[in-house]
């Protein structure tokens, strides 16, 4: 189906270094990046709407969302899914993830559902080249996604500079730039694929790029938790 129109986007507060607080309306961000080069997002305030620009950044994070204390399991919460609509521009090849981002403690887990992505379509390698492990697949809001997982060794982590811990990534068989993801579907079946999660940190919709520049604007961007 067609995306509607966007609406435009207007004022909100500009961040241009790492940073992440209040985001109104009930909503956090973050905004990370290393490596050099530039890099900004600005959050509207109109629900968890927020845009991003970098320019020649090794590894640029931005997001929006949901923020937890980490003492609930996602069953604990209810269930959770995620509106959303954006644009986006890209330059010089790179990496570029769209989608859902976020963390759990005990066991300490970073997860990424992609409904997007830029110019290469993330598979099974990592961007230090690396293997990903194959897990099967889900299909989840009338779609097949590809489920991998990734052991990270000595990698910053929302507890430290350094950690063990396992990435899980839901990838969309084809792109989309709207649409709902049923964010709590993909932690059920990723469960059932023997691929545990802990008690929430975060739940946010994300643009990471990697060793490259370009832009995103998310003109919808609401969660639903029932």
Not at 35 to 57: I, K, L, P, Q, Y
Not at 197 to 219: D, P
């Amino acid at each position: 189906d067609a995306c509607p129109p966007a609406p435009p986007l207007t004022g909100g507060m500009e961040y241009c270094s790492n940073s992440r607080g209040n985001a109104g309306n009930g909503y956090g961000y973050e905004l990370w990046a290393e490596g050099g080069g530039s890099g900004c997002m600005t959050v509207h305030r109109v629900d968890a709407a927020f845009s991003a620009e970098w320019n020649n950044v090794e590894d640029f994070l931005a997001r929006v969302g949901l923020d937890y204390n980490q003492t609930q399991k996602h069953t604990q919460i209810g269930t959770i899914s995620a509106e959303f609509a954006h644009t986006k521009t890209e330059e010089d090849g790179g990496l570029t993830y769209i989608g859902i981002y976020g963390w759990t403690v005990n066991p300490l887990r970073e997860f990424y559902i992609l409904d997007d992505w830029g110019s290469e379509k993330p598979a099974g390698f990592s961007s230090d080249g690396t293997p990903r492990d194959e897990v099967g697949t889900l299909t989840a809001d009338g779609e097949t996604y590809d489920v991998w997982k990734k052991t990270r060794v000595n990698k910053p982590a929302i507890t430290g500079p350094s950690a063990t811990f396992d990435q899980y990534f839901s990838i969309r068989r084809t792109a989309r730039t709207c649409g709902t993801i049923s964010v709590s579907e993909h932690f059920t079946k990723w469960e059932a694929l023997g691929l545990p999660l802990g008690n929430l940190h975060e739940i946010k919709l994300l643009v990471e790029a990697q060793n490259n520049s370009g832009t995103v604007k998310f003109t919808t961007a609401k969660f639903t938790v029932k």
